[in-house]
């Protein structure tokens, strides 16, 4: 049972437009979500987080957005560039309960097309 | 300085061997945590050491992996006859503390059981 969902596999995106990645969970534990960038042959990289106190987190071309009572988060690339294009695995974290391991979605791969 | 290494990047081993993965942390770091990446899915967490006490293995899927961090910085994944169904990235990730969320991996050993 999965309990933190990426449901789009794939997604493609013109240069320059705005890649929007969405992720949903349902342990309503998780207090901190994160967003990892992995290019092939290359562990994940952090990217931005939130926490459930706030709804909004900016850096730079990446905002995530949280919605706890959708229990949905997504994430916001503007402009899209063409080295964004990787997998994206959206991560969730319930520190407050202790619980210190991430657990991740499947993961979204975006294509940037130039 | 540098980042989360792991040795070696790739692995094959024939059923039944077995196998021992390596993990440097970045220097400091006091949280060690160990995935297991299968194709086509996001990581999945295995186990995790702050400093040399494993505090969580409950997601080490039998009786044999065997994780150790004897002295709370490089640590080992070791893997006992070997299976096909073993065969999977294995990413190794440090954090600052246990109450870091981000956490940062290394390139991953990618185990091939044939």
């Known amino acids: 049972d999965q309990q933190v969902k990426q449901n789009s596999p794939s997604l493609s995106v013109q240069e320059g437009r705005i890649s929007i990645l969405n992720c949903d969970y349902t342990n309503s534990m998780f207090d901190y979500f994160l967003w990892y960038k992995k290019y092939p042959a290359e562990g994940p990289t952090f990217l931005i987080s939130i926490s459930s106190i706030k709804d909004k987190n900016e850096d730079g071309r990446f905002t995530v957005f949280l919605n706890k009572s959708a229990k949905h988060l997504s994430l916001h690339i503007v402009p899209s560039q063409p080295g964004d294009s990787a997998v994206y695995f959206c991560?969730?974290?319930?520190?407050?309960?202790?619980?210190?391991?991430?657990?991740f979605g499947k993961g979204t791969r975006l294509s940037v097309i130039a | 300085g540098a980042g989360v290494s792991q040795s070696p990047r790739y692995k094959v081993a024939k059923r039944g061997q077995d196998v021992a993965l390596r993990c440097d942390p970045i220097?400091?770091?006091?949280?060690l945590f160990w995935y297991q990446q299968a194709l086509g899915q996001g990581p999945e967490f295995l186990t995790y050491f702050q400093n040399e006490a494993q505090l969580d293995k409950s997601g080490l899927p039998s009786d044999r992996f065997f994780a150790e961090r004897p002295e709370g910085s490089v640590s080992t994944l070791k893997i006992q006859r070997t299976q096909q169904e073993d065969s999977a990235v294995y990413l190794c990730a440090s954090s600052r503390d246990r109450r870091s969320y981000e956490q940062y991996f290394g390139p991953g050993t990618r185990l091939t059981v044939t």
């Open positions: 220097s400091g770091h006091v949280s």
């Open positions: 991560a969730a974290s319930a520190l407050s309960s202790g619980n210190t391991p991430l657990v």
